[in-house]
């Protein structure tokens, strides 16, 4: 995987979903979040916490909620990737541009960023120590 050094780099170099990723930018800027790259890929933050992802797969273009397992989705659109393994992160995948919902995305992003104020988050918990 490519580690990209900007979110304009990201998106030139994503082999599909271009304009989706554009408007999912376009989305996320127009909230409180700040735009970064990390692992190569945009993040956006929030109070220096990571707080939404945004790639481009095969298949889909999603969002990762960084404690999405912590929101509401009263519009059931976040999914455990890995279950039983992940624990609080959540995907939400589109499959075309129909499915971009900026309304909802950015209800999404405003309740993960009380969450945040509010102190709350699914810490990770590491059954094994590194030497």
């Known amino acids: 995987m490519k580690r990209y050094k900007s979110v304009d780099d990201y998106i030139a170099g994503a082999e599909s979903w271009q304009p989706e990723l554009e408007k999912l930018r376009e989305i996320l800027r127009a909230t409180d979040l700040t735009e970064e790259v990390k692992w190569g890929a945009p993040c956006y933050t929030y109070k220096g916490t990571n707080l939404v992802g945004l790639a481009a797969f095969k298949d889909w273009v999603c969002l990762w909620f960084h404690q999405g397992a912590l929101l509401t989705d009263t519009s059931g659109v976040l999914l455990n ?22 309304a909802i995305i950015k209800r999404y992003v405003q309740e993960a960023t009380e969450l945040v104020d509010a102190g709350k988050e699914i810490k990770a918990r590491r059954s094994t120590t590194v030497d």
């Open 81 to 102: 990737a890995q279950e039983g393994k992940t624990k609080a992160l959540r995907q939400w995948r589109m499959t075309s541009a129909k499915d971009i919902k900026p």
